[in-house]
Structure formats: structure tokens, C-alpha cells
């Protein structure tokens, strides 16, 4: 058993707070029962984007959070020796995507639309990303976090709904706006044609996709390494934590760098820590493939790799229900999942989201999945 194996909460809501009333020293003290060792958690600083989770309070709870102090719960968790990392979004603002004109265009000269709660932000926008660069510092300014977690940082793409048999060269690759085609002639030397039967986007990836994708590539890499200049400026040693497409290359080939512009390798210089998304059931894989994925991103970086890993199912119903995916994630299969971290080369687990937790016990009464959790840490402590 690993014992320096670290384990990981996803907080993505305050509903700890304002939905299951509990107090900063009693949602500590859970945290420290279930043994864990880091939280990847929101705070009031950064406005909240609803994802595939909700995250933000209904209108009429919102006067349960006046008395809410980030600061305090900061200094409480400091004490208690958990880490604490913040959490940007670099999408989803649509907003200021707006105010920006920052929504992505695919190569068939098609805005982006939005799908189900998905949408994507075209990376070159500086103004836009400006504003993600000031939040992060108005939060670290504040709370003095030990890192910051920065979430969706990635080309456009719903790639949650990438199941088996996907074609990746028919997919809606992003983004190929008059911006990002004009930065990439200044960065390449190389004139994209604007006229004949093809669009530029689809020029681009018929003659010269190599260099295109270097630099989508480049593009993220130095956007991730702005947030990380900006956290060090509060704490230099804070880490950056990378959300990270799990596109290993036996099933996924090139496509985690070709259509979302993560190149690992390439972002080993500026990420601390990996945080690699292993939901098996959202991509139809079967739950030893989690430790396939965070491996592979290990041996292409080198540096601290953890895995997250779904404590629900999702996409089971809806728009997005298929009949590739599993519509259940049973307790056993979730426990499964943990343990074959273990024997993995990956350094820690991340479990998404406490939410799930406190609604089983509070809502449901069934605390079986903050036991499997804590049999799981004092196995490997």
C-alpha cells in the first residue's frame, strides 16, 4: 500500500453551508474523519458557473450565505493541515464571452452552440482571459490559498460525450475565429488562405493540422502559465492544479492535443499537479481504465498525478443518455475504482463531488459512500 497516496475532495458548492447547515468546524471535522488530505473547492471570490453540477444557490437561500466568511473557513482549514486549492472556470462566463466576442467558431465556419449545460470559450481572446487572470488574484489576495485548481482550460469541445467508437475527424474542432487564424499567421509565418472551396478552418486541417496544432498547444500552455505567475504573487508556493482531458493514445490517439490543445508534455513546465478526469462511465470505459489514463499522463510528465473519480453517475437520462454509457454507477463499482489507484503509478485519488456525499446522508441516509472513502484512506495511511 502507498502511504504517501493523497486524497481529494471536489467542493464545488457551498451547500456544505447553506443547504446541510453545517458550521466551518463541523464540515472540518468530516473532511478529517473521511482522511482528507486536499479540498478543490470555490470560494465567494469567483463568481460560480453551473456545469454539469450546480453550483450556484437558488435566489431565495442567497441571504444564508451573508454571514458566510471565506477568510475564517481559509484559516480553519489552514489549521487543520488540509490543503486548500481555489477553483477557477475558464469557460462558461457567456457573459463576458459575449461582451468579448469570444465565442468559438468550428471549421466548418459554424459558431459554437451550447449543449445541454456545455459551452466553450475561444482561448485567444486576451481581454477575456485577462479577467479570469484578475479574479484568480483577487481571491489568492484574499485567502492566501495553497494553490488554485483552473478548470476547463482547453480548446472547445464536449468531450464528456466522446464514447467508444467516436470519430475524432468528425468532430467540431475549435476554434478557427478571424482572431485565432490571424494570431496563428503572426506565431507560424504561414498565410491562411480566405477564398477558394474550402473554409479556412478546413484548409488548415487538410495542409498544415501539424502546425496548427502546435500552436493550440502553445496557446494553452501559456495561458496556463499566466494563472500560474498570478498565484505566486500571493504565495510563492502555491501550486497550479491543471484539469486535464484523459485522453490516453491506445483509445484516444492524438486528440487530447489536436482538438483540445493539451499537450502534457508540453504543460510539465508549468503544472504542478495533474488532476486527471477518470469518469469511466460519462466515457462508456469500464473503471480499470482510470488507471490507464492517469498513467499515461505520469510517464508523459513526470510530475504529481491524481485521479478523479465519479461518486454518480451521470448524463443517465436526458438529451445525453446513451446507450454506450452505463445509466448506474453502483457503491462496489465506485469502491473499485479507488483501490485500483493503488496499485497504479498515479500519486492520489480526487473524488467528484462532496455534494454527492451529504445529499446520500443527509437526503437519502445512506452513508455508504463516505464509509467506502474512509475504509480507503485508513488502508493506505
Given at each position: 500500500?502507498k502511504?504517501n497516496?493523497?486524497?481529494?475532495l471536489?467542493?464545488?458548492?457551498q451547500?456544505?453551508?447553506?443547504?446541510?447547515?453545517l458550521?466551518?468546524?463541523?464540515a472540518?471535522?468530516?473532511?478529517?474523519?473521511?482522511g482528507?488530505d486536499?479540498i478543490?473547492?470555490?470560494?465567494?471570490?469567483?463568481?460560480?458557473?453551473?456545469?454539469?453540477?450546480?453550483?450556484?444557490?437558488p435566489k431565495?437561500l442567497e441571504y444564508k450565505?451573508v454571514e458566510?466568511?471565506d477568510?475564517?473557513?481559509?484559516?480553519?482549514?489552514?489549521?487543520?493541515?488540509i490543503?486548500?486549492?481555489?477553483i477557477?472556470t475558464?469557460?462558461f462566463?457567456?457573459?463576458?464571452?459575449r461582451?468579448?466576442?469570444?465565442?468559438?467558431?468550428?471549421?466548418?465556419?459554424?459558431k459554437?452552440?451550447k449543449?445541454?449545460?456545455?459551452?466553450?470559450t475561444c482561448?485567444?481572446?486576451?481581454?477575456y482571459?485577462?479577467?479570469?487572470y484578475?479574479?484568480?488574484?483577487?481571491?489568492?489576495?484574499?485567502?492566501?490559498?495553497?494553490?488554485f485548481?483552473?478548470?476547463?482550460?482547453r480548446?472547445?469541445?464536449?468531450?464528456?460525450?466522446?464514447?467508444?467508437g467516436?470519430?475524432?475527424?468528425?468532430?467540431?474542432?475549435?476554434?478557427?475565429?478571424?482572431?485565432?487564424?490571424?494570431?496563428?499567421e503572426?506565431?507560424?509565418?504561414?498565410k491562411?488562405?480566405?477564398?477558394?472551396?474550402?473554409?479556412?478552418g478546413?484548409?488548415i486541417r487538410?495542409?498544415?493540422?501539424?502546425?496548427?496544432?502546435?500552436?493550440?498547444?502553445?496557446?494553452?500552455?501559456?495561458?496556463?502559465k499566466?494563472?500560474?505567475?498570478?498565484?505566486?504573487k500571493y504565495?510563492?508556493?502555491?501550486?497550479?492544479m491543471l484539469?486535464t482531458?484523459?485522453?490516453?493514445s491506445?483509445?484516444?490517439?492524438?486528440?487530447?492535443?489536436?482538438?483540445?490543445g493539451?499537450?502534457?508534455?508540453?504543460?510539465?513546465?508549468?503544472?504542478?499537479?495533474?488532476?486527471v478526469?477518470g469518469y469511466?462511465q460519462?466515457?462508456?470505459?469500464?473503471?480499470?481504465?482510470?488507471k490507464?489514463?492517469g498513467?499515461?499522463?505520469?510517464?508523459?510528465t513526470?510530475?504529481t498525478?491524481v485521479?478523479t473519480?465519479?461518486?454518480?453517475p451521470?448524463?443517465?437520462?436526458?438529451?445525453?443518455?446513451?446507450?454506450?454509457?452505463?445509466n448506474?454507477?453502483?457503491?462496489?463499482?465506485?469502491?473499485?475504482?479507488l483501490?485500483?489507484?493503488?496499485?497504479?503509478?498515479v500519486?492520489?485519488?480526487v473524488v467528484f463531488?462532496?455534494?454527492d456525499?451529504?445529499r446520500?446522508e443527509?437526503?437519502e441516509?445512506d452513508k455508504?459512500?463516505v464509509?467506502?472513502?474512509?475504509?480507503?484512506?485508513?488502508?493506505?495511511h
Amino acid at each position: 500500500m502507498k502511504n504517501n497516496f493523497k486524497f481529494g475532495l471536489k467542493i464545488v458548492s457551498q451547500d456544505w453551508y447553506w443547504k446541510y447547515n453545517l458550521s466551518y468546524d463541523s464540515a472540518i471535522e468530516k473532511l478529517e474523519s473521511m482522511g482528507v488530505d486536499f479540498i478543490i473547492a470555490r470560494n465567494s471570490y469567483i463568481p460560480p458557473q453551473n456545469t454539469a453540477v450546480q453550483t450556484t444557490i437558488p435566489k431565495e437561500l442567497e441571504y444564508k450565505l451573508v454571514e458566510y466568511d471565506d477568510k475564517e473557513f481559509r484559516k480553519k482549514i489552514k489549521n487543520a493541515g488540509i490543503e486548500y486549492f481555489g477553483i477557477v472556470t475558464f469557460g462558461f462566463d457567456e457573459k463576458a464571452m459575449r461582451k468579448h466576442q469570444n465565442m468559438p467558431v468550428d471549421q466548418n465556419g459554424e459558431k459554437s452552440e451550447k449543449i445541454d449545460w456545455y459551452i466553450g470559450t475561444c482561448p485567444t481572446c486576451d481581454e477575456y482571459n485577462e479577467e479570469r487572470y484578475m479574479l484568480v488574484e483577487n481571491a489568492m489576495s484574499n485567502l492566501v490559498l495553497d494553490g488554485f485548481f483552473v478548470g476547463f482550460m482547453r480548446y472547445p469541445g464536449f468531450w464528456e460525450t466522446w464514447l467508444p467508437g467516436t470519430d475524432g475527424e468528425h468532430w467540431n474542432e475549435y476554434c478557427f475565429c478571424q482572431r485565432c487564424i490571424e494570431k496563428f499567421e503572426q506565431y507560424s509565418g504561414i498565410k491562411v488562405p480566405n477564398a477558394g472551396e474550402l473554409l479556412s478552418g478546413q484548409w488548415i486541417r487538410k495542409n498544415i493540422r501539424d502546425q496548427w496544432t502546435q500552436f493550440k498547444c502553445e496557446v494553452i500552455h501559456n495561458i496556463v502559465k499566466n494563472f500560474k505567475n498570478a498565484i505566486k504573487k500571493y504565495n510563492p508556493d502555491a501550486k497550479l492544479m491543471l484539469n486535464t482531458i484523459p485522453f490516453e493514445s491506445s483509445s484516444y490517439e492524438n486528440y487530447g492535443k489536436s482538438i483540445f490543445g493539451q499537450d502534457p508534455k508540453m504543460l510539465s513546465d508549468v503544472v504542478d499537479v495533474f488532476e486527471v478526469m477518470g469518469y469511466h462511465q460519462m466515457l462508456g470505459q469500464p473503471y480499470q481504465w482510470i488507471k490507464e489514463a492517469g498513467e499515461y499522463i505520469k510517464r508523459l510528465t513526470g510530475k504529481t498525478v491524481v485521479c478523479t473519480v465519479q461518486g454518480k453517475p451521470f448524463y443517465a437520462e436526458g438529451i445525453l443518455k446513451s446507450d454506450k454509457r452505463s445509466n448506474t454507477l453502483s457503491h462496489k463499482e465506485f469502491k473499485d475504482s479507488l483501490y485500483s489507484l493503488l496499485d497504479s503509478e498515479v500519486d492520489g485519488a480526487v473524488v467528484f463531488t462532496w455534494s454527492d456525499f451529504l445529499r446520500a446522508e443527509y437526503e437519502e441516509n445512506d452513508k455508504d459512500l463516505v464509509n467506502i472513502v474512509t475504509e480507503f484512506n485508513k488502508s493506505h495511511h
